[in-house]
């Protein structure tokens, strides 16, 4: 239901049609009710998820705190205190001695895949303009993003080194590897699902066919594109810590390595809880850029 205009009320009362402004005040004001109780209960929801969820979590923790006692064996798996006070001790200090504190080494990640997601993305959303937009470019490019799709990036590791050496670079250029065909697929898709009619009203006022596609396609496949950068997000870090594994001397996967080869595996899982909560944080940017996106989620 929405509220008359001024010019609908005074056309009513010289009609005759209503001499009371009550009624129309009244729907007014159940409108507003039943707006704010539709916000009181989208809130209520809210609520409940994220409490859903931290309880889930606060089980997990529960359970291996639980595992960890009953096991007593902090080299196989060392409590969530033992894990707490390691993460807190190492973050300010080295690991190893000639290393970095667990601060930088999570930076030194950060940046790596923030550099490469960003790459990849942009050349992912322009190819895949390109070819929603040009059906040569589609039978051209279409065979080898798919040949290129189902391989790891992880496969490339030994080329890269070979041909880039063991600086930032070949990690970057992994990460560009595994986020171009995602990205790529994903902003195809998304265009070929926006509607004809956007299209078509555009060019009829005059738009060319690459302002149609700048501004018209693929804001309107924004929230489709944005899905996809979810995905290769979460594929960036699989890729940038196996790399670090292999052929690093600083960053998360790095530390995770040399804990392990003496033993300390307390801060290994702090390698690996400060992984999740940049990945969980970066996710959490993609989809506040979502909400932006897309208003109909934020209903």
């Not at 080194?161 to 994903?186: F, Q, R």
Request: aromatic fraction near 6%.
């Amino acid at each position: 239901m929405t509220l008359p205009t001024v010019d609908q009320v005074f056309s009513a009362e010289r009609t005759g049609q209503s001499r009371d402004p009550e009624p129309v005040l009244a729907a007014g004001r159940d409108e507003h009710a039943g707006l704010a109780a539709y916000r009181r209960g989208r809130r209520r929801e809210r609520t409940r998820r994220l409490g859903t969820g931290a309880l889930g979590l606060a089980i997990l923790a529960a359970t291996w705190q639980l595992v960890a006692v009953l096991l007593h064996d902090p080299v196989f798996l060392p409590s969530v205190s033992q894990t707490a006070a390691s993460f807190a001790h190492y973050f300010g200090r080295p690991y190893p001695a000639q290393g970095q504190p667990l601060w930088a080494d999570a930076l030194t990640s950060l940046r790596r895949v923030l550099i490469g997601f960003t790459a990849g993305t942009a050349i992912g959303v322009a190819l895949g303009a390109a070819m929603s937009a040009s059906r040569v470019v589609r039978h051209l490019t279409d065979p080898v993003i798919e040949v290129l799709r189902p391989l790891p990036p992880l496969a490339f590791i030994p080329l890269f080194i070979i041909w880039l050496g063991i600086g930032e670079l070949p990690k970057e250029v992994l990460i560009m590897i595994g986020v171009i065909p995602v990205m790529t697929v994903t902003t195809v898709a998304s265009l070929d699902a926006v509607p004809e009619d956007l299209r078509l009203c555009a060019r009829t006022l005059g738009a060319s066919r690459w302002h149609t596609m700048a501004r018209v396609q693929i804001r309107a496949a924004l929230p489709g594109i944005l899905t996809g950068m979810r995905i290769s997000m979460a594929g960036a870090w699989t890729s940038i810590v196996a790399a670090e594994l292999i052929a690093a001397s600083s960053g998360l996967g790095y530390l995770i390595m040399q804990a392990g080869d003496y033993l300390n595996t307390a801060l290994v899982f702090s390698g690996i809880i400060a992984i999740a909560v940049l990945g969980l944080t970066l996710d959490a940017c993609l989809r506040g850029l979502l909400l932006l996106a897309d208003p109909s989620r934020r209903r």
